[in-house]
């Protein structure tokens, strides 16, 4: 199951086919069963539509859920890349060397943050770009306490705590905000509720109807397929974007060399 919720594109067939044979096994039960009077359809056509709306309530909870998760993750790539150019614009005051080394320091750190965001990346490609980040912040900071022992002024500390301070910062939140996800008991809740609303629809039939038979599981597993799709920080085709940061790399990379 959890492969599956990894897995969005994967998701969508799965659940459609299984949900579909739900619905089919339902049916078959009902045409083999004998003695369901008026009284009994009536109660099994409650339990349908009262499953039915249990089903919609929680698809809607789910998406409420996931949509907020996705737009955090794409909001911290917008504050990471305003971040990263806080700094290069403040390390444009320091004196030389410092300023070119930062700056340069910077150039790959951006590339760093932009090969986390690479939805190819396996676990241990992550915590190696995570490491070689915060190496990278670790030199720049090294650089900026050099300038205070050289040359302290009113600016440097300002420097030191508030742009490179956010990138640690921010690169935590942007980690922690792909570990934020829909918790897996959620998950089998929503499946299992929609495996009986499947079921008690199809043994609400007298007869089978293909478009009947197919509405309810395709619209399960559509919103299902979309809510593992917005959970999903490196699988499915809705991503976060690194467009900023791309934008940001570009600008770094013909940023005008300083003047020595």
Same mark, same amino acid.
């Given at each position: 199951m959890v492969?599956?919720?990894e897995h969005p594109w994967l998701l969508f067939p799965v659940l459609l086919l299984g949900l579909m044979l739900l619905v089919e096994v339902g049916l078959r039960i009902r045409q083999a069963s004998s003695g369901v009077d008026e009284d009994h359809?009536?109660?099994?056509? !409650?339990? #349908?539509? *009262?499953l039915t709306v249990l089903v919609s309530f929680l698809l809607g909870f789910s998406l409420v859920m996931a949509q907020p998760n996705y737009q955090q993750r794409k909001q911290l790539v917008i504050?990471?890349?305003?971040?990263?150019? !806080?700094?290069?614009? +403040?390390?444009?005051? %320091?004196?030389?060397?410092?300023r070119g080394?930062?700056?340069?320091?910077?150039?790959?750190?951006?590339? !760093? +943050?932009?090969?986390? *965001?690479?939805?190819?990346?396996?676990?241990?490609?992550?915590?190696?770009?995570?490491?070689?980040?915060k190496h990278l912040q670790n030199v720049m900071w090294q650089q900026s306490v050099m300038v205070v022992l050289q040359s302290a002024n009113v600016f440097t500390p300002f420097f030191l705590e508030q742009a490179l301070g956010a990138l640690s910062d %921010?690169?935590?939140? #942007? +980690?922690?905000?792909?570990?934020? +996800?829909?918790? *897996?008991?959620?998950?089998?809740? %929503?499946?299992l509720i929609s495996v009986l609303a499947c079921f008690t629809f199809g043994y609400s039939m007298k007869r089978r109807f293909l478009l009947t038979m197919l509405v309810l599981p395709l619209t399960v597993a559509i919103v299902l397929s979309l809510v593992s799709e917005l959970d999903s920080p490196r699988a499915g085709f809705i991503r976060s974007g690194q467009q900023s940061m791309k934008r940001l790399q570009l600008d770094l990379k013909t940023e005008a060399p300083p003047n020595r």
């Open positions: 492969f599956l919720i359809q009536s109660l099994i056509e !409650t339990a #349908r539509d *009262g504050e990471e890349a305003n971040a990263i150019s !806080t700094v290069d614009q +403040r390390a444009q005051l %320091l004196p030389e060397p410092f080394k930062i700056i340069q320091l910077l150039q790959e750190y951006v590339d !760093t +943050r932009i090969d986390f *965001g690479n939805d190819k990346l396996d676990e241990h490609a992550i915590l190696e770009s995570i490491a070689h980040a %921010l690169s935590e939140q #942007r +980690r922690a905000a792909e570990e934020k +996800r829909i918790p *897996g008991a959620i998950w089998l809740v %929503l499946v």
